[in-house]
């Protein structure tokens, strides 16, 4: 059994800034990576930053880091717009102690919205 479970979402004027949590537990064997994705209503899930990698949208004012010791992504989010109002979900790509596979999984997401 494994979750994955975000926090810090919350409402903010443009502008501002937030920072996002996700912690996976339970029985983990290897987290390979950890990563953030986002899905504004009536579009599709779409990646805002994993490892090295981030959004154009997003390049200069978000900073994904992690804490491997607590299995655990942060998501810095600084100068939001309201285009960034979303539903942000993390994900775990990782190992149980049971199974030698590595396995993708999501959190409930975290609600940002960004008022203008």
């Known amino acids: 059994q494994v979750q994955v479970v975000e926090s810090g979402g919350g409402l903010v004027q443009a502008g501002g800034s937030l920072r996002l949590s996700c912690a996976a537990s339970g029985s983990i064997f290897r987290i390979n990576d950890m990563g953030w994705y986002r899905q504004a209503p009536g579009k599709q899930r779409e990646l805002v930053a994993v490892?090295?990698n981030y959004a154009d949208s997003v390049k200069g004012r978000f900073t994904i880091s992690r804490d491997n010791a607590k299995n655990t992504v942060y998501l810095q989010m600084n100068s939001l717009k309201p285009e960034d109002t979303a539903v942000y979900y993390c994900?775990?790509?990782?190992?149980?102690?049971?199974?030698?596979?590595?396995?993708?999984?999501w959190g409930q997401g975290t609600q940002v919205t960004v008022s203008s």
């Open positions: 490892g090295t």
């Open positions: 994900n775990a790509v990782l190992r149980t102690n049971y199974d030698y596979r590595y396995k993708t999984y």
